[in-house]
């Protein structure tokens, strides 16, 4: 029986420290969807690579200059089982790849996960030549020779691992565009069936979804097109069409865009918070300008962390003393987090002391633990420049001021790892270092070496504070923050990301996150909100004892971050929502379009063919608005007519629509009919928009016209759409 179910690919999968193949946020997430979807038995099979070395460990010299070690990870220390995949004959399984002209070989580690598999390959095999042995090495390299490789054993090695396997996938899931090349390995089998391309494409299409993580346009893979000759010139022909037309599925102003051809060959693309949905919609208008950013279509799915990976044991045992039984299999449902307001609010404190002791014990942090301890604000994440770690360091002598009050003494934790490749991040490192030995920070800033999931763990369970400063919308989504909140660790943090929905005023601090506006701007004012949250709200509230010997009002709000953040910014919820909103269509789609023989997949393919092929001669030709005066509060009713020349398309295939700007950033759209035939291809449409302020539609509303179909996934499947004379408004 082959296994169908969601192929879930990823380049870096975060499961645990022992299997140091992730480098960061993406990881750790495809760590925690593989975890989830476990727990939920959701039929899921992982795809990714192994690293021989893996990403790096971190050491901080003296000089605060980061040096890189890359001792081989042991696959008998993990803590997961972790196997070599034989064939029938009980030999290793090895795939086979092209890869710029060569033959390069594979085998794959499983690992298992619960009920999921998953599958990671590696080119340290024999039958390799010494430079393609070491292929899979390392994550992320700079050459971008190794990188298309890598990518190219993810993608097509990953999709040949699976059929060898025989499991065959009802929906096939790239998180992140790494992965992508797996369609083109998909088409390419559907080819060598004898199935027409552009049949094979909606095949793959139906059944393919893509998730976005980053809105910085560097985060996004991109080779020259002479780089993709050279390592597809072989290929190019075995999938059913011409170069140029592969190219179109990546081709972004002369380079070739791994996130495009993830977006031209899947049916459902997410962001990963509702604000990195938007945000992507507005990096993907600048491919098609002539769609408004409001209708790209990309939904978002925000993330979440899984619980029982990140939350600290003590509390674990606190909740199972006062929550509902079941409380971790239901971690979904508000009214059994809701039974926190009701622990002690002493008991809650001690759980966290507890931890914060052992992070300061385990974590071997100069921190006198006397009392409770000072006020501990921990930023540990990648060294990425966007992230700002420096920003709490703008104004030195305030800061000093904040953390230096004998009686309120309040300390920071750094941690963090950057990029090899990435100077002006191992930067940031060496001038932390430098102002932790200042006389006035030096029992103030600590910073802790090789940042990875175990110490993660401890100072998102131990620390009292979480600090968040990234340049406002750069932070897709943030997981980290999402770990501290359900220890009771409260959030400050810009309102970027996760915490736009999270932050409800009472649940952690926000800083409102200047936009655009110059880099030094928005730096002087989020530093300013930062320094006047410490001063005023968090260091007094932290250190407000009353009668009580802890604070209570703290607790409270520990209380709350926990009972509203908990619940939603979990994987439970993540994966569920994947499920119902992407993974359950997704199948019926793909099942839908292959039934028959391709039955849906040609019939879509013909029609798009017949559409492009004739859509140059689609026209609006004249728009008149209608102002219709009898409304005297300046909310007029506004009627359309326009004539539309759509040559030899038929008028029902397309809708026909005045689409005005509501002057708050988002747009209206009225459907025109067709009320008259003039000529043969040539339409009179008319229509009545929406009650909209006067100034605004005048000031911008344009009739368009779109290509539909009840086979398309969205509106704007085709990415097509003529205007009348002005520009889309948006
Ligand atoms: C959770 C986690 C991250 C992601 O943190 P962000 O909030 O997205 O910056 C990165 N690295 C490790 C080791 C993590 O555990």
Redesign the pocket.
Known sequence: MPKGGVAYFSAEF?LDESLPIYS??LG?LAGDHIKAAADLNIPLTGVGLFYSKGYFQQRIDEDGAQQQLYPPIDPDASIYPVQLVRDAEEKPLVIEVTIDGRQVYAKAWSVQVGSVTLYLLNTDVDSNSGEDRRLTDTLYPSDPNVRISQEILLGIGGARLLAALGIQPDVWHMNEGHSAFLALERIRTLSAEGVPFETALEAVKASTVFTTHTPVPAGHDVFPIDLIDRYFSHYYWQLGTDRERILSLGRVDGAFNMTRLAVSTSSKVNGVSKLHGEVTQDLFHRWMPYIPRQDIPVDSVTNG?HIGTWLADGMKRLFDRHLPSGWAVRTQERDVWSSVRDIPAAELWEEHQRAKSEMVRELDLPIDMSGDGPLIIGFA??FATY?RALLIFRDLERLARIVGDPQRPVCLVFAGKAHPADGPGKELIQKIVELSREERFKDRVHIVEN???DK?KKLVQGVDVWL?TPVKPM?A?????Q?AAMNGVLNCSVLDGWWVEGYNGRNGWAIEGATDTSADLQEQQDSDTLYRLLEEEIVPLFYKRGERSFPMEWTNRMKESICSLAPVYNTHRMVSDYWNNIYVPATARGRRFVADQFEVASRVAAYKQFIRGHWSAVHVRKVDILDDHSSRIGLNKVAFRAEIELGVIWHKDVRVEAVGSDGRRGIWKAKLDPVQQLAKGLYVYEGVAPSVPIDIWKANVNVRVTPVSPDFASDFEMELAAWGGVPCPS
């Open positions: 975060g960061g946020g750790v962390v994440r990648r992230k940042y990875a999931m993660a968040n932070e989504s943030g997981t980290s923050g770990k």
